[in-house]
């Protein structure tokens, strides 16, 4: 069965940190380009981090500097470390793998609040 499983989201203060986890099954992960998205109330879903095969990185704007993405292939799994939170970036991070097939997580709920 093809699918991505996120974890670690959460409700964290302004200036905490939180680990994002992606498990990946059913595909040859390391062939995949591996994707943090978010979607916060009202807004359009929009691409936060970028891992490719061979490990090179791209980030937003908004996160750079205060998020790192980075992937196991022997585990298959993602990550997304996030330091630095801030309320803005409240909202339903999804994870995304992308080559053979397109698949997405069901998401999981960061929010950043006193």
């Known amino acids: 069965q093809v699918q991505l499983v996120e974890s670690g989201g959460g409700l964290v203060q302004p200036g905490g940190s939180l680990r994002l986890s992606c498990a990946a099954s059913?595909?040859?992960?390391?062939?995949?380009?591996m994707n943090w998205y978010r979607q916060a109330p009202g807004k359009q879903r929009e691409l936060v981090a970028t891992?490719?095969?061979?490990?090179?990185?791209n980030y937003a704007d908004s996160v750079k500097g205060r998020f790192r993405i980075s992937r196991d292939n022997g585990k298959n799994t993602a990550f997304l470390q996030m330091n630095s939170l801030k309320p803005e970036d409240t909202a339903v991070y999804y994870c995304?793998?992308?080559?053979?097939?397109?698949?997405w997580g069901q998401g999981t709920q960061v929010t950043c609040s006193w």
């Open positions: 891992v490719t095969r061979g490990g090179v990185t």
């Open positions: 995304n793998a992308r080559g053979t097939l397109d698949v």
């Open positions: 059913g595909i040859i992960f390391s062939t995949y380009v």
